[in-house]
């Protein structure tokens, strides 16, 4: 009986943190984005680029390329750190949430100071 109200509570714990993990993994995911972008704007600083000299328009089409590369692989994960934070990160956002949940079921009495469950 216990293990089923372990599960049921872990259950709901997470689903009230669910709007915080899906900011973290937002986050997180951005992050990724973030380190693709800064590696192909190093790729294009070298000599020729990735789309050659003297093209017409050429920095528009690096700039799209780039954020599309970058946004692509990092919701794949293909670097692995989104997931590597997202999994250091997600458990403290949901002991957050327990904290939370405890914190409002502890009530203090405004006329005798009494802590109340």
Do not use: C, W
Request: avoid cysteine.
């Amino acid at each position: 009986m216990a293990n089923i109200l372990g599960a049921v509570k872990s259950a709901d714990l997470y689903a009230k943190s669910a709007p915080q993990l899906e900011k973290l993994k937002q986050a997180t995911d951005g992050l990724e984005a973030f380190m693709f972008k800064s590696l192909l704007s190093s790729i294009k600083k070298s000599e020729g680029g990735l789309f050659g000299k003297g093209m017409a328009g050429k920095q528009i089409y690096q700039d799209l390329f780039e954020q599309t590369v970058s946004d692509t692989m990092a919701q794949r994960g293909a670097l692995g750190i989104s997931a590597s934070i997202y999994n250091r990160v997600a458990p403290l956002a949901i002991a957050n949430e327990e904290v939370r949940q405890r914190q409002q079921s502890v009530t203090i009495s405004p006329q005798t100071g009494a802590k109340s469950s």
